[in-house]
């Protein structure tokens, strides 16, 4: 039991399955007020049932793609409406596509950029206002290792991945005088059904499947970090440290990369 978390209103995106149904699960385990956000409202509403029968919690569902931003608003007015504020966001909802950048179709760039970066970053405006009215909140936005060093078939998601990492860092600098928290969560492969649609041939899963991290694990190290000061959640930790090498031996690792990383 995670006692600051009692009472307080969460909301997480693409919550549907893998990390955010998890997180959602250890959320209502604590005595969280939970708002559950994705495109498959059917999954949504199975997740609803379960938690309110087991933890006797409050979970309101929403049927959202996050890309769409009309609906964002619309969807957010009804939750400020229903709970009054929001003390914790998690922005969960992404997808990548692996494919090496001459491959990737225009439509495939402006998808993974729509949710991965603009749904972000349109959820996290709805409740930037009350929060810093109010003083307090969190908001916590899963990037990936991706956004901080590249690899060979990931130019597009790795540029999302940037483009989140970008966005919180100047968000948390923004937000700092307001007790406001921000946290990055930059988790490497999980065993989830990411890869359903980011590798579609299995080569990847299959050569990564030894370090693939489980969505429990990965959702235990998100919930722990709510309503603490952590700058970043880097998992697994030795992976972390190719980005340090990175920013240390840039050619080096560049080089090497290039002939290791193609795995996917």
């Known amino acids: 039991m995670r006692e600051q978390l009692r009472g307080k209103n969460i909301i997480i995106t693409g919550a549907s399955g893998g ?6 699960r250890l959320c209502a385990a604590s005595g969280s007020n939970l708002v559950l956000l994705a495109r498959s409202v059917d999954k949504l509403k199975q997740i609803e049932l379960e938690l309110e029968q087991k933890y006797s919690t409050h979970v309101d569902v929403f049927q959202v793609d996050v890309s769409d931003t009309d609906k964002i608003k619309e969807v ?5 409406k229903q709970l009054g504020h929001i003390d914790i966001l998690v922005n969960n909802a992404g997808y990548g596509i692996f494919r090496e950048a001459h491959e990737a179709t225009i439509d495939e760039i402006k998808g993974m950029f729509n949710v991965n970066v603009l749904g972000l970053m349109a959820c ?8 810093r009215e109010r003083r307090f909140g969190h908001i916590i936005n899963i990037a990936s290792q991706a956004g901080k060093f590249a690899t060979p078939k990931s130019s597009v998601y790795s540029a999302t991945k940037h483009a989140v ?3 919180t860092n100047a968000l948390r600098m923004e937000l700092d005088d307001y007790n406001v928290q921000v946290t990055s969560v930059n988790p490497g492969p999980i065993a989830t059904n990411f890869f359903k649609i980011a590798d579609e041939q ?4 299959k050569n990564v499947k030894r370090f693939m991290l489980q969505p429990e694990y990965v959702a235990q190290k998100v919930v722990d970090s709510m309503l603490t000061r952590a700058r ?11 980005s340090a090498v990175y920013v240390l031996f840039p050619r080096l690792f560049e080089r090497i990369g290039k002939r290791v990383l ?3």
Request: hydrophobic share 50%; no cysteine; proline share 8%.
């Open 202 to 205: 299995g080569t990847y899963v």
């Open 232 to 242: 970043e959640v880097n998992l697994p930790r030795w992976m972390n440290l190719g």
């Open 124 to 131: 996290t405006s709805m409740v930037l206002p009350k929060m």
């Open 19 to 24: 990390i955010g149904a998890e997180i959602a």
């Open 76 to 80: 957010f007015a009804q939750i400020f």
């Open 262 to 264: 193609p795995s996917k």
């Open 165 to 167: 990492l970008g966005y």
